[in-house]
């Protein structure tokens, strides 16, 4: 048992690291680009603490939306949830809102299309079984 805790322990912390240094190049990517942009250059301490910074707002995020979604007795975490984190920004809230209405959008055209082409193929089946039927008369 202990040793099964042990290994579960190990592949969290392998896969915490794996994620840790990838935000960390993502960070550094960026940092690059605006350092180009701006032309004042970053230093490497610099591009870490933001990179850390950036890992432990993600994890605060994370919790945050876990916590809105359980206080609403939900298990999984939906686009409501993510809207209350981004609540304390206008810009991010509005560019959320915007994204989520476009894939709603979507999804509604999706289904549409998918009840137009179910109904089509239920007249075609129609169609053919009244064919038979007439034939068979």
């Known amino acids: ?39 004042m250059p970053l ?19 994370a919790k945050d939306l876990e916590m809105f979604a359980r206080h609403a007795k939900r298990s999984t975490i939906n686009t409501e949830d993510v809207k209350l ?8 809230l509005r560019y959320i809102t915007e994204k989520n209405e476009e894939i709603a959008q979507v999804n509604q055209e999706r289904k549409a299309k998918k009840k137009k082409k179910l109904e089509d193929e239920s007249n075609l089946m129609e169609a053919a079984e009244a064919d038979v039927a007439e034939s068979e008369t």
């Open 85 to 92: 984190l981004a609540r304390r920004s206008n810009s991010l």
């Open 43 to 61: 230093s490497k301490q610099t591009i870490a603490a933001v990179s850390e910074v950036t890992f432990r707002q993600c994890e605060n995020f």
């Open 1 to 39: 048992m202990e040793g099964e805790e042990g290994a579960d322990e190990q592949q969290q912390f392998s896969y915490r690291q794996r994620l840790k240094a990838a935000v960390h190049y993502t960070v550094g990517c960026l940092c690059e680009e605006v350092a180009s942009d701006k032309e």
